[in-house]
């Protein structure tokens, strides 16, 4: 906790520095990706602890000590909260634009075409063109992020699904860097914060597009499975029909769905005395008959669909001692589900 205090209170002098003191005119390429390196690393800190009442506590009382300690050596410096830790890159950016000392190759550099000879992320990032960048998710996050939150997928939702897929390909045409396009679809996220349902509509949206974007889709969906949570949330809030038109088109998706659904059958436990599946208090509120319909809708929308998934769910009752007994086994419950729901719609 001391380093990470330490560390916090070093970045924000650090962008006092970058927006008011001369001493930039020093900085080159490999100072100032330090810099955009631990602006990142307050954005970390925020994202971690920012519903940890007791450590935000702590982190607030160093900003207040660092914002005390800045005043008088920075006339025009403004105070720092804890909340402004979240967009620390766009901060560091916007103190470089406005301080006149920063060297004119600086400035270039930040706006230039980036390199393609980006590391693993363990040291520090390739900084160029990162202010074009960071303009440009901005930019997406206003578009996408201050909207209302639809009840269902509408022409809205699909210009801004849109609009993503033209943002991500600039993006990835700018950069091949699959870590640059990790961190641009994160940077979209964070932006939508409140409205992590709508964006999960956006990013399902996208995903149904008819042009040929398979790059973009690649991006996303590499994307995805590294987000288990949102596309846990997203596999819940979408409409069914979408989820299982983005299925039939990306093969890729239908194996991410399809683990989810898996996941949340293994998590359910039969209730004896009701004599019915009930889901584990850590899932989403997905009922076996929720779960059931999931199934169903994949199964009705191809045949191949349908016959990828009955066999997986077989090979899984087989692996339960193949019972036909209610209780026994999630799979052949939930096979026997299936197919009542849809001889009878």
């Not at 000590?65 to 909340?83: E, K």
């Not at 699904?161 to 641009?184: I, P, T, Y």
């Not at 029909?241 to 436990?269: Q, T, V």
């Amino acid at each position: 906790m001391e380093v990470m205090v330490k560390n916090l209170s070093s970045t924000v002098e650090l962008l006092a520095v970058a927006t008011h003191s001369d001493a930039v005119a020093r900085w080159d390429e490999e100072t100032v990706s330090r810099a955009f390196h631990w602006a990142l690393y307050c954005q970390h800190i925020h994202k971690r602890f920012r519903h940890n009442p007791a450590i935000r506590e702590v982190m607030e009382r160093q900003l207040e000590m660092t914002n005390q300690n800045l005043g008088p050596l920075f006339p025009d410096y403004t105070a720092l909260c804890f909340s402004d830790l979240s967009r620390c890159q766009n901060l560091l950016l916007q103190g470089l634009l406005r301080n006149m000392h920063v060297p004119l190759a600086i400035m270039k550099m930040l706006f230039d075409k980036p390199t393609h000879s980006n590391n693993d992320g363990n040291s520090y990032q390739d900084v160029r063109g990162i202010g074009s960048w960071i303009i440009e998710t901005k930019s997406a996050c206003k578009v996408l992020g201050n909207v209302n939150i639809p009840s269902r997928i509408g022409p809205d939702v699909e210009v801004q699904g849109n609009l993503l897929l033209e943002e991500l390909g600039a993006v990835v045409k700018q950069s091949h860097d699959s870590h640059r396009v990790n961190q641009f679809l994160d940077s979209v996220l964070q932006g939508c914060e409140d409205a992590e349902e709508h964006f999960c509509g956006v990013i399902g949206a996208a995903l149904q597009n008819e042009s040929r974007m398979d790059l973009e889709f690649m991006s996303i969906l590499d994307w995805l499975e590294l987000k288990q949570n949102f596309l846990e949330n997203m596999c819940h809030l979408l409409p069914l029909s979408l989820l299982a038109d983005i299925a039939k088109k990306h093969l890729r998706f239908r194996d991410m769905y399809s683990d989810i659904l898996k996941k949340w059958a293994k998590e359910m436990e039969y209730d004896i005395n009701n004599r019915k599946w009930i889901p584990d208090s850590k899932n989403p509120p997905v009922s076996f008959q929720n779960l059931t319909e999931h199934f169903v809708s994949l199964f009705k929308a191809s045949v191949s669909l349908k016959e990828h998934l009955e066999t997986e769910l077989k090979a899984l009752k087989c692996t339960d001692g193949d019972f036909d007994v209610s209780g026994l086994s999630i799979w052949g419950d939930l096979l026997s589900a299936i197919i009542k729901e849809i001889a009878h719609s």
